[in-house]
Nanobody, 130 residues
Framework: VQLQASGGGSVQAGESLRLSCAASATFDHDTHYAIGWFRQAPGKEREGLSCISSVDGVTVYADSVKGRFTISRDNTENTGVYLQMNSLKPEDTAVYYC?????????????????????WGKGTLVTVSS
């Protein structure tokens, strides 16, 4: 499965961006999978941001983005996910990665989901200036 992320760019603090991720595979409506987003800032570890589950649409957010970022699914026959990022801050500057975990739903917290991910996208750069 290939994941293609897009939508990154350079914005000022307080502005918004919407990231998109499209997967090359489609799944039956009852297939369990979790799809979401990570980011990695220079010199830092990859951080799990948000996840959405396939069969029930349950969402999970990291505390660092809760209330500012919103994850949603592509509700067509395609497999995809969006991340609406509002009130962006300079500390949100990072490369953002789409991730897919097949056969499992989202975990209760984003901590540790990194180890469950089966497929990664190539990343899209988000730069927020003050």
């Amino acid at each position: 499965v290939q994941l293609q992320a897009s939508g990154g760019g350079s914005v000022q603090a307080g502005e918004s961006l919407r990231l998109s991720c499209a997967a090359s595979a489609t799944f039956d409506h009852d297939t369990h999978y979790a799809i979401g987003w990570f980011r990695q800032a220079p010199g830092k570890e990859r951080e799990g941001l948000s996840c959405i589950s396939s069969v029930d649409g349950v969402t999970v957010y990291a505390d660092s983005v809760k209330g500012r970022f919103t994850i949603s699914r592509d509700n067509t026959e395609n497999t995809g996910v969006y991340l609406q990022m509002n009130s962006l801050k300079p500390e949100d500057t990072a490369v953002y990665y789409c991730a897919l975990d097949i056969e499992r739903l989202c975990p209760k917290t984003m901590t540790g989901w990194y180890y469950a991910v089966d497929y990664w996208g190539k990343g899209t750069l988000v730069t927020v200036s003050s």
